[in-house]
């Protein structure tokens, strides 16, 4: 419900971010925030949920969508995944469509904008990676997107280094309806603690292993419970995969990889939460779940 304090010029509204894979829609999204909330890799579709963060600004709140990478799908999981990141597109105020400008995906990018006719919503373009190309290239960019698509505005950024990405917050606001925040002064997001703990998990799995894993893996956290007066955390996940080559992979020798996975998750949840963190990892082989509809409804997609 939206609070009542706020000036009659105060802005507030949801934008989706939305784009081709790996066009670092989440990086931006941890940039915006100043905190990490959505998990990052190279490896295309490591989002797979809507993941939305809250930003406050003295004359605006902003709800980003932070949407998975959309694309020609036709494997079940990413046919779900792309429906979450089209869905978000109906539900925001403002459509911030995120590009590689460095490395091109021009059938993902055609599909967007295909979809993007479809829908009555201000779009803006945030032209990624500029740091990557030279400027006379970057021009070239800009004028053939502006031909491509009626887009607001076009604003080239860098999500890693945060070059414009300001500018673009600014933009963003100029589009917003006007209206008081949604939610209370300092959220971050609506996520639970144990929902990105998960996907800490699963962006450990994801970094820390070969090209066919990451496709394979999801994540449960089947325990998260605070003892010691909150002094300590104790979580129990599981790691599904689809076969029993990628559960060898996953564990390694003697158990190296999943320890190595698990070291590196816990220290991330830790900076999380604050708090000391007692992780145990388990491994489970349940046949081509990605291609299961009681499966990937029970994974959350």
């Given amino acids: 419900m939206k609070t009542t304090q706020h000036t009659n010029d105060f802005k507030s509204g949801f934008v989706a971010i939305v784009g081709a894979p790996n066009a670092g829609k989440s990086t931006l999204l941890n940039r915006m925030l100043g905190q990490k909330i959505a998990i990052t890799s190279k490896k295309p579709q490591t989002t797979r949920n809507r993941i939305l963060g809250v930003l406050d600004r003295p004359q605006a709140q902003m709800i980003f969508l ?114 008081p925040p949604f939610y209370p002064p300092g959220s971050l997001t609506d996520m639970t603690e144990r929902f990105i703990a998960g996907e800490m998990i699963r962006e450990k799995a994801f970094r820390l292993t070969g090209e066919e894993i990451p496709y394979a893996v999801a994540v449960t956290v089947d325990n998260f419970k605070e003892e010691k007066n909150g002094r300590l955390i104790k979580i129990d996940a599981t790691l599904h995969v689809e076969r029993n080559s990628q559960k060898g992979i996953i564990i390694g020798k003697g158990g190296s990889k999943l320890k190595q996975i698990g070291e590196a998750a816990r220290k991330e949840i830790e900076r999380m939460v604050g708090t000391k963190v007692f992780l145990k990892l388990f491994v489970r082989v349940q046949k081509n779940w990605s291609r299961d509809a009681k499966a990937l409804q029970r994974f959350g997609y």
């Fill in 66 to 179: 932070d949407t998975p990478g959309i694309h020609r799908a036709e494997k079940l999981l990413n046919v779900r995944i792309v429906e979450t990141a089209l869905a978000a597109l109906t539900d925001a105020d403002v459509a911030l469509v995120m590009l590689d400008a460095a490395t091109p995906n021009s059938d993902a990018e055609t599909y967007l904008i295909q979809k993007l006719k479809e829908v009555d919503t201000p779009t803006l373009l945030a032209l990624n990676k500029i740091d990557l190309i030279p400027k006379p290239e970057l021009l070239q960019i800009i004028d053939r997107w502006s031909r491509n698509h009626a887009f607001n505005a076009i604003v080239p950024i860098s999500a890693a280094k945060g070059d414009q990405v300001d500018t673009l917050i600014d933009t963003m606001i100029e589009r917003l309806p006007t209206g």
